[in-house]
C-alpha cells in the first residue's frame, strides 16, 4: 500500500500537493473564503476577541504559524499553546474567546482534555481534524476538516501541510469579515493559494539534490535550525522532523535568540539551517547567519528565489518559489522534510515508525 514508494513517508509527501488542493478547493468559491462548516455570522466573528490554538507537536508548530498571520492579517491576538501546559495551568478564558484545537489523529490525549475544558467552560471551540469522526471532530462544537486522507507515517508531513491550509483560510475570513482586506489583495491571497500545490510539486521534484546534501550529515551530532517570525514557526517542525526519525539532536531558534546563550554551542562544521523567507527580516536573519559562519558552522539557507543576497552568508542554499509572506511556511518546509527523511534514510533509521514514538499519543 505504499503506493510503490520505499516508505509512508516519502509517500505521503509526494501527495502533499493533493492534500493541500483538497483542503483548499471546496473552500473557495468565486474568489471568495467559504468556510461552511464554520456556521458563525459575521457578527459572531467579529465579536471574537482573542484565539487560542491548542495542540501538540507538529500541530502546534502550525499554531504558532497561525499566530503570525492572524495577528498581522487579521489583527486577532493569538495565544498559542502545548496541550499538554494548557491543560494543567487554570487557563483564563473569556466567552469572547475562540479555542482552536489542531490534530491530525483527533484522539490525542491533552489536546482532547484541553477542548473538555473549553467546553465545560462554556467557550466556544473549534476543531481543524484529519481523522473524520476522532473525538476531537465529536465533541468539537465546530469542525473544520483537513482533507489529507490517512497518515500513516508517524512522522507527519501531508496532515501538517493541510492544517497550514486550514488556518491560513480561516485567517482570510477572518480578517474580509472584520474589513482588512482590500479587495485586491484578498484576490492575491487566494491566487497565491490556488498556486501552492503545483509551486509544493516542483519543490518535490528537487528530491535528488536534498537526498545529496543530506547524505553529508548523517554523521552529525547537533543540528540547530534558525528563523524569525513565521520562519521561527517552520524552523521549530524543521528540527522536530529531524530528531523524531533520524535521532539526530536538533533545535530550533528564533535567531535572535542565538547570542543569549545557543551560539556557544557552534563548532566547526556545525550545521545551521536558516529559514529566511520573510523579507522585512532578512538583514536581521542575514546577521544571525554570518554570526554562525563565522564561528565555523556550516549554514543551510531556505530561502525565496530572487534572495541571492543570502548566498553571501550561507554555503548551500534553497530557493523557494514566490508566495505571499504568509504563506511561506507552505513552500519551506517541503526542503526540510525531504532533508530529514533522507537523512533518516541514509542512517538506516525505521523512517515510519520510529523509536519510543507512536502515531496517535492517546495516554498522557
Ligand atoms: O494527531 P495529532 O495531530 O494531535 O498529533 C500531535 C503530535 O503528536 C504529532 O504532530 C507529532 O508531533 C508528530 N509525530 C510529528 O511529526
Known sequence: EKGGYEHFMLKEMNEEPKTVRD?????????????????????????????RIVACGSAYHTGVTASYVFEEMARIPVAVEVASEFRYRNPILNPTDLVIIVSQSGETADSLAALRLCKEQGIQTLGIVNVVGSSIAREADRVMYTWAGPEISVAT????????????????????????????????LINDLKKL?????LLLHNKENIQKFATRYIAAKDVFFIGRGIDYAISLEGSLKLKEISYIHSEA?????????TISLIEEGTLVAAVITQQHLYQKTI????????????????????????????????????????????????????????????????????????KSVTVE
Not at 483542503?23 to 484565539?51: C, Y
Not at 500545490?197 to 510539486?201: A, G, M, S, V, Y
Open 23 to 51: 483542503t483548499l478547493n471546496p473552500r473557495i468559491v468565486e474568489n471568495d473564503v467559504v468556510i461552511e462548516e464554520l456556521g458563525m455570522s459575521d457578527e459572531e466573528i467579529r465579536e471574537i476577541k482573542q484565539i
Open 157 to 188: 508531513t501531508k496532515a501538517y501541510s493541510a492544517q497550514l491550509i486550514a488556518l491560513y483560510l480561516l485567517s482570510i475570513k477572518f480578517a474580509d469579515v472584520k474589513g482588512l482586506l482590500a479587495k485586491e489583495e484578498k484576490k492575491e
Open 197 to 201: 500545490p503545483d509551486q509544493i510539486e
Open 253 to 261: 531558534y528564533a535567531a535572535g535568540e542565538l547570542k543569549h546563550g
Open 287 to 358: 546577521s544571525n547567519m554570518v554570526e554562525v559562519k563565522s564561528r565555523g558552522a556550516f549554514v543551510l539557507a531556505v530561502t525565496n528565489e530572487g534572495n541571492t543576497e543570502v548566498e553571501k552568508a550561507a554555503d548551500y542554499v534553497i530557493y523557494v518559489p514566490e508566495t505571499s509572506h504568509y504563506f511561506t511556511n507552505s513552500l519551506a518546509i517541503i526542503p526540510l522534510q525531504l532533508f530529514s527523511y533522507y537523512v533518516s534514510v541514509g542512517k538506516g533509521c525505521d523512517v515510519d515508525k520510529p523509536r519510543n514514538l507512536a
